[in-house]
């Protein structure tokens, strides 16, 4: 399992987070989602899921990606 840390824009409420969650959540391979909503960063942690498919949940919860995945 691996551990990935993204930066996340427009998220200001609890609400964000669910849906940022909720959407990451759908990601084959994703077992873990951990949101830190003051600092925009998002730790991801799986197997086998691909930045592009955490850009495109990111987008679809209606955020912004703002930085690549690093990995821990």
Known sequence: MSERTYVVTGM???HC???VTEE???VDGVQAVDVDLESGRVRVAGTD?????IA???DEAGYELAGAGTER
């Open 12 to 14: 200001t409420c609890e």
């Open 17 to 19: 987070v669910n849906a």
């Open 24 to 26: 990451l959540g759908r």
């Open 49 to 53: 899921y691909s930045d592009a498919q």
């Open 56 to 58: 495109e949940a990111i």
